[in-house]
């Protein structure tokens, strides 16, 4: 989430009752969870385990648990509890406020656009020209849609990230991160019926230009698909995955989190991928592996009884 206008590392530090370790009049830009986090952003890190990860990252300011020895290019933060800081952060630029409208006032539509009846829009939602809203869809605070987009019933667009901070030392061990990221949805992009398509934590869940999508599917947090795409009905893309252009989901394939799914790329029907793919391939399976292979795999596991019986037989005349 990018704020307003850059503030003050001070202001910051003010708010979330944290001693400053480096320019105090610095501004910051913007704040990010460690996989989207960029060059003047804040992060929080809550763990030794993770010291070194945010040290190396591209943020500026890092709330952190402690003072420690870190680069001199790092501005510290150092509050008792990090992942309080950063909810009172996101709570204080993007409050949660109650909607009493279908369509918020602060929403702008083009008015080629057209929104069904019982079209739930949020505040500061832009849809561009010539898009097609059906009834019942659900698009959320900040989300940006451009222009011939068709959305079917029943999606949600901009639904919150299923993200949570997790500590075994306290009465809730699951603390939910609260999203205030947005979904950029491309000019020409074609979203089914019951879609869930989740917001980034902090930064943009991406579908770009081109891109089709078929009913019955759920785009994690953080998610970037590339251009003309082609995903099929029933997948389910974790957070922070990206798949390069031109790539086809058959159905009910199943991606894991934080994976790269190269340009070109086929996965086919009932496929799970949990490690980055190259380029043009076509892969099935689960763990999904190159198709050809699978393939080969498929008929020798056919052959096995009577690969048995051979064995048993040739035993017996041995025997």
């Known amino acids: 989430?990018?704020?307003?206008?850059?503030?003050?590392?001070?202001?910051?530090?003010?708010?979330?009752?944290?001693?400053?370790?480096?320019?105090?009049?610095?501004?910051?830009?913007?704040?990010?969870?460690?996989?989207?986090?960029?060059?003047?952003?804040?992060?929080?890190?809550?763990?030794?385990?993770?010291?070194?990860?945010?040290?190396?990252?591209?943020?500026?300011?890092?709330?952190?648990?402690?003072?420690?020895?870190?680069?001199?290019?790092?501005?510290?933060?150092?509050?008792?509890?990090?992942?309080?800081?950063?909810?009172?952060?996101?709570?204080?630029?993007?409050?949660?406020?109650?909607?009493?409208?279908?369509?918020?006032?602060?929403?702008?539509?083009?008015?080629?656009?057209?929104?069904?009846?019982?079209?739930?829009?949020?505040?500061?939602?832009?849809?561009?020209?010539?898009?097609?809203?059906?009834?019942?869809?659900?698009?959320?605070?900040?989300?940006?849609?451009?222009?011939?987009?068709?959305?079917?019933?029943?999606?949600?667009?901009?639904?919150?990230?299923?993200?949570?901070?997790?500590?075994?030392?306290?009465?809730?061990?699951?603390?939910?991160?609260?999203?205030?990221?947005?979904v950029v949805i491309e000019d020409h992009v074609d979203i089914g019926s019951n879609c869930s398509i989740d917001r980034g934590v902090t930064h943009d869940t991406v579908i770009r230009q081109g891109t089709k999508i078929d009913n019955l599917n759920h785009i994690g947090h953080d998610v970037v698909i590339g251009r003309n795409c082609l995903i099929a009905a029933n997948c389910a893309i974790a957070g922070a995955c990206t798949l390069e252009d031109d790539v086809v989901l058959w159905g009910m394939v199943g991606i894991g989190k934080t994976t790269n799914v190269g340009k070109g790329t086929i996965i086919k029907p009932m496929s799970g991928v949990f490690k980055d793919v190259e380029p043009n391939q076509s892969v099935w399976g689960v763990p999904a592996i190159d198709a050809g292979v699978k393939m080969k795999e498929m008929v020798w596991i056919k052959r096995v009884p009577e690969l048995w019986e051979f064995y048993k037989r040739e035993t017996r005349e041995k025997g």
């Open 1 to 182: 989430m990018k704020f307003p206008t850059p503030i003050s590392i001070k202001e910051i530090a003010t708010l979330i009752n944290a001693s400053i370790h480096g320019d105090a009049h610095a501004l910051a830009e913007g704040i990010n969870e460690i996989h989207k986090v960029e060059k003047g952003d804040i992060v929080f890190v809550d763990h030794p385990k993770y010291y070194k990860t945010c040290f190396e990252s591209a943020a500026s300011f890092i709330i952190i648990d402690q003072y420690t020895d870190h680069p001199n290019d790092k501005i510290l933060l150092v509050v008792d509890q990090p992942f309080e800081a950063y909810l009172t952060i996101v709570q204080h630029f993007r409050p949660f406020r109650p909607s009493n409208k279908m369509i918020s006032s602060s929403a702008t539509i083009h008015e080629s656009s057209y929104i069904a009846p019982n079209v739930f829009i949020g505040d500061h939602v832009i849809i561009g020209k010539n898009c097609i809203i059906q009834p019942h869809v659900t698009i959320l605070d900040h989300c940006i849609i451009g222009d011939h987009v068709n959305i079917q019933s029943g999606s949600v667009i901009g639904s919150d990230a299923f993200y949570y901070n997790g500590k075994k030392n306290r009465e809730v061990t699951y603390k939910k991160m609260d999203s205030c990221g947005r």
